[in-house]
């Protein structure tokens, strides 16, 4: 199992959704196969937006970190932030844009206080590279390093609810028993409070 498999199952048939830093919108193409949903991608890269063209997908060419001027208040019932968080220069900008413009929002992001990153980084004395954060620090485009717990009080500080939560540690759900400590990557669900 992985992260879209967790998302794919968190929206319903026919929704519309907005994914942010699509790539090149294998997620989209999912979610249009298997949910019939109305999507539409915003992506930064040009090789990316090809491929999303090339499939058919509709796409913003766009730059994160500014915003979601061009979409309307409550425009979508799903917006998707996955595995970027981390790499925009302000996230609850961001975050607070989602939510203005979808209803419900689903981020999900490495766990950077997993078990494997703090023993990496404890007993290595060097930053982690891992499955779950393959990058050397002089290369990575992740420019904020943070973990299930500070998303939690993030949330809190904004006034949303996560009203979901899916815990994963290489391709399996974990019980939500220590995650910030277990999880390697966390999926969550977000509504306006």
Same mark, same amino acid.
């Given at each position: 199992?992985?992260? /879209?498999?967790?998302?794919?199952?968190?929206?319903?048939? &026919?929704?519309?959704?907005? $994914?942010?830093?699509?790539?090149?919108?294998?997620?989209?193409?999912?979610?249009?196969?298997?949910?019939?949903? @109305?999507?539409?991608?915003?992506?930064?890269?040009?090789?990316?937006?090809?491929?999303?063209?090339?499939?058919?997908?509709?796409?913003?060419?766009?730059?994160?970190?500014?915003?979601?001027? $061009?979409?309307?208040?409550?425009?979508?019932?799903?917006?998707?932030?996955?595995?970027?968080?981390?790499?925009?220069? @302000?996230?609850?900008?961001?975050?607070?844009?989602?939510?203005?413009?979808?209803? !419900?929002?689903?981020?999900? /992001?490495? !766990?950077?206080?997993?078990?494997?990153?703090?023993?990496?980084? &404890?007993?290595? &004395?060097?930053?982690?590279?891992?499955?779950?954060?393959?990058?050397?620090?002089?290369?990575?485009?992740?420019?904020? /390093?943070?973990?299930?717990?500070?998303?939690?009080?993030?949330?809190?500080?904004?006034?949303?609810?996560?009203?979901?939560?899916?815990?994963?540690?290489?391709?399996?759900?974990?019980?939500?028993?220590?995650?910030?400590? /277990?999880?390697?990557?966390?999926?969550?669900?977000?509504?306006?409070?």
């Amino acid at each position: 199992m992985n992260v /879209f498999d967790v998302i794919v199952e968190m929206i319903p048939d &026919g929704a519309t959704v907005l $994914d942010l830093g699509c790539d090149d919108c294998s997620l989209l193409e999912r979610l249009h196969d298997e949910r019939h949903v @109305h999507g539409r991608g915003v992506e930064i890269d040009d090789a990316s937006i090809q491929e999303c063209i090339r499939k058919g997908i509709s796409v913003f060419h766009g730059n994160l970190d500014e915003g979601l001027k $061009d979409h309307p208040t409550g425009s979508y019932d799903y917006v998707i932030l996955s595995r970027t968080m981390q790499q925009v220069r @302000h996230p609850h900008v961001l975050l607070d844009e989602m939510v203005r413009v979808g209803r !419900n929002v689903i981020v999900n /992001f490495p !766990n950077f206080a997993s078990l494997i990153n703090r023993i990496q980084l &404890g007993l290595g &004395g060097r930053m982690p590279v891992n499955k779950n954060i393959p990058y050397s620090w002089y290369d990575t485009p992740n420019i904020h /390093f943070f973990t299930r717990r500070d998303f939690v009080d993030l949330c809190r500080e904004r006034g949303l609810t996560i009203t979901r939560e899916v815990f994963l540690h290489r391709g399996r759900i974990l019980p939500p028993v220590l995650p910030n400590l /277990f999880a390697t990557e966390v999926c969550c669900l977000v509504t306006k409070s």
